[in-house]
């Protein structure tokens, strides 16, 4: 009988987000050798610091939900220089405002010493942003936080 059914081993948006701040190596320099075959002769050097990730993805999502809400508050967002915010699924209208079209809309990443504090810091962050047309899952985390 099958012991494994399924490997996947995509990096989807929020698995990168959330391991690319910790690389301290030039991307580009890691493309580059990439192109020129020449990856086993450079240094991958990465930050120590602890990474999370919550998306805020639309109501309804992954079902049916709607298109072109506004999210307002993005303008009272402050990150620092370990603290992320990716636009997913997200495009700016005629009226110049930033509106969610997709189902997963805003990926939020915090790198810090420690799992707690970056989630904290993203918490805070999505209290700020106080989106009503949209939630996140409440347990990211968990399993690494000591309670």
Known sequence: EPYLIEYNVRMGDPECQTILPKLKTDLIEVFLSCCEQKLSQIQLDWNNKKSLCIVLCSKGYPDKYEKNIEIE????????????????????????????????????????????????????????????????????GYKVIDK
């Open 73 to 140: 508050n993005l303008d009272k967002i402050k990150l620092n220089s370990y603290d992320y915010m990716f636009h997913a699924g997200t495009v700016e209208n005629n009226d110049n405002k930033i509106v969610a079209i997709g189902g997963r809309v805003l990926n939020f990443v915090s790198l810090s010493e420690e799992f707690d504090n970056a989630r904290k810091k993203i918490l805070d962050q999505l209290n700020i942003l106080n989106w009503s047309g949209g939630f996140f899952r409440k347990d990211i």
